[in-house]
């Protein structure tokens, strides 16, 4: 059976409308599909009651020129399809929530970032919650169920 990613970018690629939990395959969704496949990390933010998906942004604290970072090598973010198919999943749920936020990925795991100190890193055998105290704190609770089907899930409360 073809996991939900491969079959809504299969669909989008052939210019059909997909259809995620019922409804169609709005802008927002296709963005999201776009940087996953591309393997790109993308923020999810809401202006006047509209979805916004944009490339991930880091926070820089200083400035380096590009003479400095020249001959840097970045791999690409190369995930299994059982992960992605996650990040779908975790996305629409918190989307459908109104809840604001950002995915990066790393080579072979992704984090779910709500703010600073706030996140969720996922690879293909667990999850690894930061910053909560509980999986019944907002946003958390929004997707806990859909982390535990995933893989066995760690919270790693924050210091006192």
Known sequence: MENLFCA??????????????????????????????????????????????SEAKGISKV??????????????AKLPAKLKDLIVRLALRLVEAGKSFKVTFGQGDFILRFDLDRYVRVDSTSSSVVGFKSLEEDPINIIADILKEHSEVKILRPLK
């Open 8 to 53: 809504e970018l299969k669909s989008f690629n052939e210019g059909g409308s997909p259809s995620i939990e019922g409804g169609s395959l709005s802008s927002w969704r296709e963005e999201i599909l776009n940087f996953i496949s591309q393997g790109k990390g993308f923020e999810v933010r809401y202006e006047g009651g509209e979805v916004k998906v």
């Open 63 to 76: 400035s380096i020129s590009l003479k400095e970072i020249k001959g840097v090598k970045k791999g690409k």
